[in-house]
């Protein structure tokens, strides 16, 4: 786009995990297939995206996380990036959050966000009798998203349009409990305890008697599909991302 | 008799805010070992943070029983102070209740909403000493939670009870005097509570009621000044800090981490070395990455740790506590304050601190703790006084990884990936935009 002299409406950041892992890729093929749908002009960097550092900076390697930011920043702003999107809500919270102060200034949000947008101003319709309707569910809050940046409402209002049946875990929203991945966990093993931090959390969701837990984040959903594998409730009990249930329902 | 009682209690007073300045002014210096940090700005929203958090005590309310009942204990302490200016001025001035001239029929109302009042702290505090040592729920019994923190607790709730019904059985003999017309008991007329009660003592020689009265009198304003002077040794110490502390209540979103400049102007000569021939002022070579010790905290921080009261909300929140890992967000707090008193005790006695070859990392907290950190933010959530934790965690990490080279393998492993693959995966970046020859 650039090359043509154009300028996308919004970039969508993939991130490392949506670009990567074999499973979260499913996530962000969805996601762009929305968009396509919707008519959305957005670009992607491609193999100039990297990370944005957010692992680096919570495990305490403060270098390594200026060295991404500054690159990052140096890319985005040659490219006069204005709006980003992402799927993933640590990505969101760094560029919202952190970049402003190193010289990154640019409109951030989460794709739970701008799914909501779309079916607020009606660009995306829900298919008559989509498979998610009436479907018990639960939903688990990501940190990033939730307690870091308040963002409790916009995933839920987008299930609401969904018809489905919302069973609330019994801790949510701000009380939401961690999936265990955060704060650079996903790349090492957990301390010594009783019990992982994500089969305690898919606990909770069993007892919703939810035959699908929804997530927002990359992470969330490769430590809840492995509390799924581990409590031994991989037949009845799914994990999808918000994306997935809208790119399955919408017309 | 009266001349000695006056001479008696102003030494006391004397003595007893004598000894809390002090202690309070050594807390302040203690504090202030901490780096300098500007919260000067958005005032209006700071202020309305006190209100809100601090005298609206909004974020107990997320747990309706207890923060009924602290709302007693609360109120009980905030109001009951007029009663005590008014035995402190009868006690400095050698008069007796000289309240009741002023105010008229007011004072009664006053007195009896304060005896009332009296009765529910009795029941709030009776409540948690039997939440904390019968019910013993499970926030008040962790790892960190035994010997003097568990007794510093019962202290508190068994002086708030005693310091109560001193102040009623006070009121209860007073309200028997006046309705046998002794000289020196003014006639206020009854009170609501010690109205009903002074028929019990309706046999007791005048002699004795004198004795009684006096003496809870006395026993009720020399607890108080004791409890005022216990304040700043205890976890209580929070009736007094959660005001400023909600004030300097960071305001921007939870998810932001604190940057670092120093390292942020290294990345950029990095990058953008500056001209050989430049003879601009070099910055200071920076000090310790993150924080090892107390004095490497900011102020903030060590104010969070004295406003700390122990209740364990934050680690009752914590998913790494919650299943069974080392770390508990109550114990960074409450270490990095024993920490904070053990170099103010060296402080003390040698007019300064040069270093006992130990730190609050290692020595109080331990890696193993550290590490098991999602930053999840439930711990900054659910503090009622807000205390962040987890700032103070992520700074000890900072110097572990980045001063001590001490991070675990897998991190390590995961940096390297980050440096060489600019992604924390071992996938080539020429591979990140694969997932579009499927669409």
């Known amino acids: 786009m650039a090359a043509a002299g154009e300028s996308p409406e919004v970039l969508f950041w993939v991130g490392c995990a949506g670009s990567f892992d074999q499973r979260a890729q499913k996530i962000t093929k969805a996601f762009a297939l929305i968009l396509e749908k919707v008519g959305i002009r957005f670009a992607i960097l491609g193999n100039e ?78 298919k008559e009798g989509n498979a998610f309707k009436g479907k018990r569910i639960t939903y688990h809050d990501s940190c990033y998203l939730g307690r870091a940046n308040n963002i409790y409402e916009a995933p839920r209002k987008v299930l609401q349009a969904l018809d489905t049946e919302l069973v609330e875990m019994k801790h949510c929203r701000s009380r939401g409990m961690c999936c265990g991945a955060g704060g ?34 990359p992470y969330c959903m490769t430590m809840l599909s492995d509390g799924v594998k581990a409590n031994g409730r991989e037949e009845d009990l799914q994990v999808l991302d918000i994306a997935e249930l809208v790119a399955q329902s919408m017309e | ?174 309200r028997e005097l006046q309705l046998r017309h002794i000289v020196h008991y003014t006639q206020t007329g009854p009170f609501w509570i010690s109205a009903l009660l002074a028929p019990l003592f309706g046999q007791a020689h005048t002699g004795t009621l004198i004795g009684l009265e006096r003496g809870a009198w006395w026993l009720h304003i020399t607890g108080v000044l004791f409890f005022l002077n216990y304040l700043p040794y205890s976890k209580h110490f929070h009736i007094i800090l959660a005001f400023p502390n909600s004030y300097y209540a960071d305001l921007e979103p939870k998810g932001k981490m604190d940057n670092m400049p120093e390292i942020e102007h290294e990345v950029h000569l990095m990058f953008e070395p500056p001209p050989p021939d430049n003879t601009a002022t070099e910055p200071p070579p920076p000090g310790r990455f993150g924080a090892k010790d107390v004095p490497d905290l900011n102020w ?93 965690i992520l700074q000890l990490r900072r110097t572990m990884v980045m001063d001590d080279a001490k991070a675990p393998a897998e991190w390590n492993a995961m940096f390297g990936n980050i440096e060489n693959n600019r992604a924390p995966w071992k996938f080539s970046p020429e591979e990140r935009d694969k997932w579009r020859e499927d669409v």
């Open chain 2, 1 to 174: 008799m009266h001349i000695i009682q006056q001479v008696l209690f102003i030494l006391l007073f004397i003595i007893a805010v004598y000894l809390f300045t002090r202690k309070v002014r050594q807390i302040r210096r203690n504090i202030f070992l901490g780096k300098s940090k500007n919260i000067q700005d958005h005032k209006r929203e700071r202020w309305r943070n006190v209100l809100l958090l601090a005298f609206g005590q909004k974020k107990m309310f997320r747990n309706w029983i207890p923060a009924i009942l602290h709302f007693f204990v609360y109120a009980g302490f905030i109001i009951i102070n007029i009663e005590i200016l008014e035995i402190i001025l009868d006690g400095l001035t050698g008069t007796h209740r000289m309240f009741s001239p002023l105010l008229g029929p007011l004072y009664n109302v006053l007195i009896g909403c304060f005896e009332i009042l009296a009765i529910l702290v009795i029941f709030g505090c009776a409540v948690f000493l039997i939440r904390r040592n019968i019910l013993r729920v499970k926030r008040f019994q962790q790892r960190e939670m035994t010997r003097w923190p568990k007794s510093d607790a019962n202290y508190i709730l068994i002086m708030e009870i005693i310091l109560m019904l001193l102040f009623l059985t006070m009121n209860t003999t007073d």
């Open chain 2, 300 to 392: 903030k921080n060590l104010m969070d740790a004295y406003t700390c009261t122990e209740c364990g909300r934050c680690t009752a929140a914590c998913p790494a506590s919650q299943t069974g890992k080392l770390l508990s967000p109550r114990k960074i707090m409450m270490d990095t304050r024993d920490r904070m008193e053990e170099i103010g005790e060296q402080i003390n006695k040698n007019g300064k601190f040069e270093g006992d070859g130990k730190s609050l990392l290692y020595d109080y907290i331990t890696p193993e703790e550290l590490w098991a950190c999602t930053t999840c933010n439930a711990c900054v959530e659910e503090c009622p006084v807000s205390i962040n934790p987890l700032d103070i």
């Open chain 1, 49 to 126: 995206e990297s990370c944005n550092g957010d692992p680096a900076r919570r495990a305490g390697n403060e270098f390594l996380f200026q060295m991404m930011a500054y690159g990052n920043i140096q890319t985005l702003n040659n490219y006069g990036i204005k709006k980003i999107v992402t799927t993933c809500p640590h990505c969101f919270n760094i560029f919202k959050n952190e970049y402003p102060v190193l010289g990154g200034h640019y409109e951030v949000i989460h794709h739970t966000q701008l799914l909501q947008q779309l079916i607020d101003e009606g660009r995306i319709k829900m």
């Open chain 1, 184 to 217: 650079a966990q996903m790349w090492k093993e957990e301390e010594k305890g009783h019990i992982r931090i994500n089969a305690a959390r898919v606990k909770e969701a069993e007892a919703t008697g939810a035959s699908l837990i929804v997530s927002n984040c």
